[in-house]
């Protein structure tokens, strides 16, 4: 009998907005495995920290933090490997993975892999999505408005294609795209609409205005909102 490989949404950051479910198979799975720098800590870890009780095999998937796409695949194909090996033996494995698993979480790349070999669960947890609205107190949409998620690194001309079509947009992974998504929030006359917040969740979040964001200082965990009725209330 094989073991099961369990998703775990763990959330933005906050230790305490992990779920029940998350926390009981955390606690009660041998086998954890993370992603990780190449070097260095794990920030997923870390989030879970203050709930591990006891000693686990702990598995850190290094990802290569670059633009190209192959790299990242070849950890996931080792990692995949490794894994399988405790499935075999009937180990259950928790993967851990920021927000949700679902929503740009890496763990789906495991779970395209795995899959089909394996029982695999997921469980869901809060996105970054819906942490940073409700750190900006700034609801994301209501009755009938349509919501837009928007990856920073798409081109300019398609960034102001999806703002002009919809009613409210959530754009990330801003990092160093930052400059040029704030002139495109600019050029089109949103900013008066705009919120920006940093690390949503964690001990450093920061919230600022849109203008007051040095144009080399927002990181990879920053997000920006956008209402065009300012408030979704309204």
């Known amino acids: 009998m094989t073991g099961t490989l369990y998703g775990l949404g ?4 906050d230790p305490e907005l ?11 799975t041998q086998v954890l495995a993370y992603p990780a720098l190449e070097e260095g800590d794990s920030l997923a870890r870390a989030i879970v920290a203050p709930h591990l009780n006891g000693h686990k095999t702990e598995i850190a998937i290094r990802i290569p933090m670059t633009v190209a796409r192959e790299p990242a695949q070849v950890a996931y194909d080792l990692a995949a490997k490794e894994l399988g090996e405790h499935l075999k033996q009937g180990e259950d494995v928790v993967v851990l ?6 929503f740009y979480g ?14 695999v669960e997921v469980v869901p947890g809060v996105s970054s999505l819906t942490a940073c609205a409700t750190a900006l107190q700034s609801p994301l949409s209501a009755r009938n408005d349509i919501l837009t998620v928007l990856p920073a690194p798409l081109d300019s001309r398609i960034l ?6 919809t009613d409210s947009a959530a754009i990330m992974k801003v990092g160093r795209h930052f400059a040029r998504v704030r002139e495109v929030i600019d050029e089109m006359g949103l900013m008066e609409n705009a919120r920006y917040i940093e690390r949503a969740t964690m001990e450093n979040e920061k919230i600022l205005p849109l203008s007051d964001v040095p144009p080399d200082a927002a990181p990879y965990f920053s997000m920006i909102l956008i209402h065009k009725r300012g408030q979704a209330w309204k």
Do not use: H, N, V, W
């Open 10 to 13: 763990i959330g933005p950051g």
């Open 160 to 165: 102001k294609e999806r703002l002009r079509e």
């Open 97 to 102: 993975c920021e927000g949700d698993p679902f």
């Open 18 to 28: 992990i779920t029940l479910k998350a926390l009981k198979l955390l606690q009660s």
């Open 106 to 119: 890496s763990f789906m790349y495991l779970f395209g892999r795995i899959a089909e070999d394996f029982p």
